[in-house]
């Protein structure tokens, strides 16, 4: 018999008894609250994927010996959908997400799956919940596609036994008010990743270790780490963001915009990947260099005190741009300039605009954006 | 209010329905059959620890938006009860294994407990199902200790509930037919643990990423990998076991028995703890050194090819000990020296005994061995 391949064209739909009203706007909170649906694919190594499911959001039995439970077999990803201003609801670059998943899944030794058909079926759940996205600037609907391994036993070995979910979480902006720059803590007291490590996909495993570290940080006034990898000092990421600079050399007056390279240890941001593409794109190449490359927090530093030092931002699909207006690093905070009287540098400001436009539909970007449902 | 201790005296049981039969010796297959009841212990940040309860064995229901499935807020323990000769069950050193669940927990922001708590909640557990512990030299009760975190939401944040339980999983020995000998495949391509990481503890973010470099080494030939580190290709451990060489100085005679040392990259192994202690007391120091340093496959693969090899063995609470036959490394076999037509070498199995008559009541050593029920 045939392994079955993910199939969205047999998908089981099974209607919620409720159906929710959405919550105003100001009451949206990340993650905290889910849509009505849910959508669940079992796989099995025997039968390849079922036949999946759409059905009411609710509870996963899962053995207590389960492997997702101990030995961490488990992946994510996170993308959003757009109520644009002609009432399609759209989403964000999903084949990047899904080509990540693949890799996530494969790095673990957990199933891999046709990206095409994963994101029909995100199409249609996201068509049972539709009234649920949020309309308004900075207003979206977090899709959080997860797959676990669900073998139970307690011997480590490759997991027989997976599952797809994806649930649904109508989000406002990440800051309320605006842009509110963060405060970062240069790290290197410990260690997010490493060569040979796997510090480049969405596992679970990447995120607890991380926790700690990050208390720390908040209890000395820091958002956030910036994490450092090596004797060199090397800037890596954010943990939940990627990380710009920008510098402006004063004997040429030409500017770049840097970010650490892809070297296995850096989260392959789709969002990382926008803002390099637009930028190299948009920016005067007489005026701009755009380049990934090492950087440390040492060449940060010095080019803080030579005046080079122009802005920094994070991104990521939760706040698209985060500005950065200080780092922590060695006792002392290296200043990050603003805009006076702003939250935010020019760059950081138009690289916002250059996505959220493309986003809410009010610049065309076809290869980028996807149509999955019409709520008129 | 006070915040609740973890509290033994208070716990709950409730009687599972039906009494399994044990099953015979030569069905148990590791961790793959479990008792009728298992421990379950909420904590919530407000009211920490609440009722211990005893319950059936039976599925947990988690929210899919739950941090254990995303961000791997998990760890585990393993340690083992064992029938002694006079028919009490005993279990092996549980306060080792419970000070490193708490240093685990403490890693990724999750609650601690008082450890004494847990040893007697865990003994209550096997009281309950002590008659399916099976008799026998090798074989013997899998005790399970997990702790989750349980805090619904995408949020990545320091869980504010969580969850102990622990499972019970009666195992024959290891290796069916007495020791086997394995082949290990010397890994430097794949990365276990990172200096600032978390590899020194029982996390769940440890095994996930360590499958795939498993199953390559699998196809190849080998059973497990030796997971070697740095430009210096540092011996470090096998991923399920610590691991243990012995070396013969051709010149003096002398012998030493050699374990990396615990620098934040290799799992605490209560067994390692065992080897060392043990060899330390009852080896005699004009023959012998015990070294917990830093060596190299380099140093294994020159000494083996000026014949100063003598035996290597893992260590950990599956097989207790493990004797090694041949190590990969860069296309090449190194041969590990075993006893003429034997599966192990001579210190290898003088430690396997040391340590067995101590689980299986024959050696007295109170320190080591706690009582947890009766069942004449």
Redesign the interface.
């Known amino acids: 018999m045939t392994v079955g391949q993910l199939d969205s064209s047999i998908v089981k739909i099974t209607n919620s008894a409720n159906k929710s009203e959405p919550l105003p706007n100001d009451k949206l909170n990340?993650?905290?609250t889910?849509t009505d649906h849910?959508l669940t694919v079992e796989w099995t190594a025997e039968f390849g994927w079922a036949v999946p499911e759409i059905k009411p959001?609710g509870?996963?039995?899962?053995?207590?010996?389960c492997c997702?439970?101990?030995?961490?077999?488990?992946l994510?990803e996170g993308l959003k959908a757009y109520r644009t201003s002609d009432d399609k609801i759209t989403i964000f670059r999903p084949d990047m997400n899904m080509k990540r998943m693949n890799k996530s899944a494969?790095?673990?030794?957990l199933p891999t799956f046709d990206s095409e058909e994963l994101i029909s079926l995100i199409g249609k759940l996201i068509e049972q919940d539709k009234h649920l996205v949020p309309e308004g600037q900075g207003y979206s609907l977090?899709i959080?596609p997860?797959m676990?391994?669900t073998t139970d036993?307690?011997?480590?070995?490759?997991p027989d036994k997976a599952m797809i979910?994806v649930?649904l979480?109508p989000v406002g902006p990440y800051y309320k008010t605006g842009f509110k720059a963060v405060r970062l803590e240069a790290t290197?007291?410990?260690?997010r990743a490493?060569?040979?490590?796997?510090g480049d996909k969405k596992?679970?495993?990447?995120?607890?270790?991380?926790?700690?570290p990050q208390?720390q940080a908040a209890n000395r006034g820091y958002q956030q780490n910036l994490w450092l990898f090596g004797e060199e000092k090397y800037i890596t990421e954010v943990?939940?963001m990627n990380v710009f600079f920008v510098f402006k050399n004063t004997e040429t007056g030409k500017k770049e915009l840097v970010t650490a390279p892809l070297d296995g240890t850096i989260l392959e941001g789709v969002t990382r990947d926008s803002v390099l593409t637009l930028a190299r794109a948009r920016l005067s190449p007489e005026e701009w260099d755009v380049n990934e490359r090492y950087f440390s927090i040492l060449e940060v530093e010095e080019r803080a005190a030579k005046g080079e030092l122009v802005e920094a931002f994070g991104s990521g699909t939760a706040a698209v741009v985060s500005p950065i207006k200080e780092i922590g690093w060695r006792g002392k905070d290296i200043q990050v300039p603003l805009l006076p009287g702003e939250q935010f540098g020019e760059l950081t400001k138009r690289v916002s605009e250059w996505i959220a436009d493309i986003q809410y539909g009010r610049e065309e970007f076809k290869d980028w954006v996807r149509v999955v449902a019409d709520v008129k």
Do not use: Q
């Not at 036993?153 to 490759?158: D, I, K, N, S």
């Not at 596992?203 to 700690?212: D, S």
């Open positions: 990340f993650g905290k889910f849910m959001y509870k996963l039995e899962i053995d207590p010996s997702v439970l101990h030995y961490a077999f488990e994510f494969a790095r673990i030794a977090y959080r997860t676990i391994g036993g307690l011997g480590v070995a490759v979910f649930i979480s290197d007291y410990a260690t490493w060569p040979g490590g796997c596992l679970g495993a990447n995120y607890a270790p991380c926790v700690v208390l943990g939940t």
